[in-house]
């Protein structure tokens, strides 16, 4: 019998590697991780398996409390080359983010002191000034997330009342987040006009009424309609809403606060676009295009701002003092018109098919095995331009005739430290480097290196 010849407890617990973890940690902990395992092998004896030895579950234990001990979430090299990937983290920050992150978390600052007059004051204020400045807006608030300043907005201004949304934009973004349920969630009630492919300015005015509180314009971020489509224009839908008196939102989603168009790519709908347009307030979020922190930005009328800023949730939805930190440092760059050379996505996406052959190129040549670069498409990702793509070269690893396969290649890069995220093409695994950090191309090397070993 295979079980009999499992070790014990106690005997796993005896080697010296485990004695040393349940040391460095707590020796109840310890203990329990061995009967995990010791559970786990049991299972693969019934699944056919042979017994491990004492050893082997000291070794599977060990690397699970040494697992605890590090950082989570862990760095990862991201070589997928797609630029704001939601696995992933979305946005990584610029350099001057994290060090307004640091010294925010360090030590005491600012936060809500005004330090001139020396009382309280408004974690907002420079914040504010920052978003009005690079949007165009009268007024800014920034909380949570993208999610949360829509919801705030339409607890604010359309509680009990009506909402009206065009057919084609009652869209779910991922993660949960359904227009329609967030509407629910907000206690208005939506009214759906239009089709599916086409909604003109007449079917928003003819379904106003004195319980319509808002228009709200979503921007349908991870799918494309085509051909025989129409959407109203925001500047037309802005007007109506002046008129009729009813309030207009624009849920942007991924605020590219710079032209996409520049790098090849389809029109990203720009934030202070909707405001100039003259929408009523303007919804995005930080960590997509805008390439800072979790955040949700809401910048337009300063009646309308005023409003969620004083609603009771706004509390519950605040922005932290560190996203608050980065998130002034990112705005900055724009400011600066440094956006392109130090924002990490915008660097990323502006990066030119060139370049990267070159670095794929030289990844090839400090490799010694059947590596090859190839032409392939990266993606921008985070539900902003989909379908879009650029044009990339990638390292590709040919997998069709190793043992593992691209799915175990990928399998092992994973359980790498750091591990390497690759994707995977026609049985090659492909290493993308628009995404890899010039800084974590050793890394990743040595992690290809060690595939042979
Ligand atoms: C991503 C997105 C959201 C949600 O934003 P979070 O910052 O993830 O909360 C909402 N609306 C649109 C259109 C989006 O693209």
Same mark, same amino acid.
Do not use: F
């Given at each position: 019998m295979q079980f009999r010849n499992l070790p014990s407890v106690d005997s796993v617990l005896a080697l010296p590697n485990v004695t040393a973890a349940a040391a460095a940690y707590s020796r109840e902990w310890v203990v329990e991780l061995a009967r995990e395992e010791l559970d786990a092998a049991r299972q693969r004896i019934r699944q056919g398996g042979e017994a491990d030895g004492a050893e082997e579950i000291a070794a599977l234990v060990c690397r699970r409390a040494e697992e605890a001990g590090l950082a989570e979430p862990r760095r990862v090299i991201n070589a997928t080359g797609v630029v704001i990937h939601t696995n992933l983290g979305r946005a990584p920050l610029s350099r001057a983010a994290m060090q307004a992150a640091e010294e925010a978390a360090a030590g005491y600052s600012n936060l809500e002191f005004d330090l001139e007059a020396g009382r309280r004051g408004s974690r907002q204020a420079r914040l504010e000034s920052l978003i009005r400045q690079v949007t165009g807006a009268e007024a800014a608030l920034a909380v949570n997330n993208n999610a949360s300043a829509v919801l705030l907005g339409l607890l604010a201004l359309a509680a009990g009342r009506e909402v009206i949304v065009s057919r084609a934009e009652a869209v779910e973004i991922g993660g949960g987040f359904r227009v329609p349920d967030v509407l629910r969630q907000s206690g208005a009630t939506l009214v759906d006009v239009g089709t599916t492919n086409r909604t003109y300015l007449r079917d928003y005015e003819e379904a106003t009424t004195e319980d319509t509180a808002a228009y709200l314009k979503v921007h349908a971020s991870n799918f494309r309609v085509e051909g025989f489509t129409s959407e109203v224009d925001a500047k037309e839908l802005a007007a109506l809403g002046d008129r009729l008196g009813v309030a207009v939102l624009h $849920? !942007? =989603?991924? =605020?590219? #606060? #710079?032209? @996409?168009? +520049?790098? /090849?790519?389809a029109h990203e709908p720009m934030p202070q676009e909707s405001i100039r347009a003259g929408m009523g307030l303007v919804f995005f979020s /930080? $960590?997509? #295009? #805008? =390439? =800072?922190?979790?955040a949700g930005i809401v910048a337009g009328r300063r009646e309308l701002v005023g409003l969620l800023a004083r609603h009771p949730l706004a509390r519950a939805v605040r922005i932290d003092k560190l996203s608050l930190a980065s998130l002034t440092a990112t705005l900055v760059h724009y400011l600066r018109g440094e956006a392109e050379r130090e924002i990490p996505v915008w660097r990323m996406i502006s990066a030119t098919a060139e370049s990267l052959k070159e670095r794929a190129h030289s990844w090839k040549r400090q490799l010694s095995e059947p590596y090859s670069v190839a032409e392939s498409r990266s993606a921008v990702g985070g539900g902003s331009l989909p379908g879009e793509t650029l044009p990339t070269w990638a390292l590709a690893l040919d997998a069709s005739s190793l043992p593992e396969g691209a799915e175990g290649v990928m399998r092992l890069l994973r359980e790498g430290r750091p591990p390497v995220v690759a994707r995977v093409e026609d049985e090659r695994v492909m290493f993308d480097p +628009? @995404? !890899?950090?010039? $800084?974590e191309d050793m890394e990743l090397l040595a992690a290809l290196r060690g595939l042979n070993g």
């Open positions: $849920d !942007v =989603g991924s =605020g590219s #606060l #710079l032209p @996409t168009e +520049r790098y /090849g790519m /930080g $960590d997509k #295009l #805008l =390439g =800072g922190p979790q +628009r @995404t !890899v950090a010039p $800084d």
